[in-house]
């Protein structure tokens, strides 16, 4: 199944010039996506909030479109958006690149990924890459691979064990033979240790240490990255982490690096242990944020830094909604 869009204008609002753009705008998508009426499962219609003098669905049904399923709905009055514009979406049984149709002025709100992408958000420790890596995931319906989830893991199981965040040699043998796998429940990353989900426990705050002092070693980067590189190969997804943009992904099609000050960084992680009910201190909190970020800025392999073509947003002073909005914009602007 795939999704055609499609969006024209009309010069006033009667019956009309309502039935004649329909029309054009669905043969122009019919001509250019070579399309027969009965390949679409389903029609949606939105007309902006100053026509009223006919249903573009209408319109639709009496141009050949009887076998699918119809919908017109109103749009909001949105300061600054075109005014008596008629959109469409097409929901069409075929295999094919979608060709998107824009007429009489009417354009593309917004623009999807249609190929595959990849995004990487790298940055330190509570500067906002997850939550915003999530997000902009939702928003393009693609995956969200949180890379820091797999070296939480391996620092559990490693400390599970008794051995030695330190010990290079005895955590590769670890990883041998152990497990690790990321799979995905209704689009929400789940990392699983020998088959058991340690989602949750990856989060706890010993954990974040060694996992800090676990990625430092080369081999237990490799044996990781191999695995990043696997899913990213295979599909659009935005990926956070220390070294997508400079290591993982050098090629990757979007690069942001997220950051902000010590300060709010750490009330950003105490709130967030403190939601979940963890007694923490802040002063230790934040010591160790900085302690964290000083161990994965200076490790030898692959260390935390910005890479040269990475985009640098400060989010000390960004609501989560404005650092989304600043990336969006980025990639419209260059999709
Ligand atoms: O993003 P996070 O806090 O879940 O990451 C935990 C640790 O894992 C982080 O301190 C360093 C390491 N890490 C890394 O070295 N490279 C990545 N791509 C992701 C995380």
Redesign the pocket.
């Known amino acids: 199944m795939i999704v055609i869009r499609g969006a024209t204008t009309i010069p006033c609002d009667t019956k009309a010039e309502i039935q004649k753009a329909v029309y054009e705008l669905l043969e122009q998508i019919e001509s250019r996506n070579s399309l027969k009426k009965d390949e679409v499962v389903s029609l949606v219609f939105s007309s902006t909030s100053d026509i009223h003098s006919y249903y573009p669905a209408k319109a639709a049904r009496e141009a050949g479109f009887t076998s699918c399923s119809f919908f017109s709905a109103q749009e909001p009055e949105i300061d600054g958006s075109l005014p008596l514009c008629i959109r469409c979406m097409l929901f069409v049984e075929k295999n094919l690149s979608p060709s998107h149709v824009y007429l009489r002025g009417a354009k593309s709100l917004r623009k999807d990924i249609s190929g595959k992408i990849n995004i990487a958000i790298d940055g330190p420790?509570g500067s906002g890459?997850?939550t915003v890596a999530k997000r902009i995931a939702k928003d393009y319906n693609i995956l969200y691979l949180?890379?820091?989830?797999m070296?939480?893991a391996c620092a559990l199981k490693v400390l599970e064990e008794g051995v030695d965040p330190e010990d290079e040699a005895a955590i590769v043998d670890l990883m041998r033979n152990v497990k690790l796998d990321i799979v995905y429940e209704n689009g929400v990353q789940k990392t699983l240790l020998d088959g058991r989900d340690v989602s949750e426990e990856i989060r706890q705050n010993p954990v974040?240490m060694a996992?800090?002092t676990v990625?430092k070693h080369a081999s237990v980067?490799m044996h990781l990255v191999e695995k990043q590189r696997e899913i990213a190969g295979r599909m659009s997804c935005v990926l956070?982490?220390?070294?997508?943009g400079t290591y993982?992904l050098p090629d990757a099609d979007f690069k942001f690096y997220l950051t902000a000050s010590p300060d709010v960084r750490a009330k950003r992680r105490y709130d967030e242990l403190k939601a979940k009910g963890a007694e923490v201190d802040y002063e230790k909190l934040k010591e160790e944020i900085i302690r964290?970020d000083e161990q994965?800025m200076n490790r030898s392999f692959a260390p935390?830094k910005q890479a040269e073509d990475a985009v640098r947003i400060d989010t000390s002073e960004m609501t989560i909604d404005e650092v989304v909005k600043t990336i969006g914009r980025i990639i419209q602007e260059k999709l």
Not at 146 to 149: F, P
């Open positions: 420790a890459k997850s949180d890379t820091g989830a070296y939480r974040s996992s800090s990625s980067r956070d982490g220390r070294d997508i993982v964290r994965d935390l």
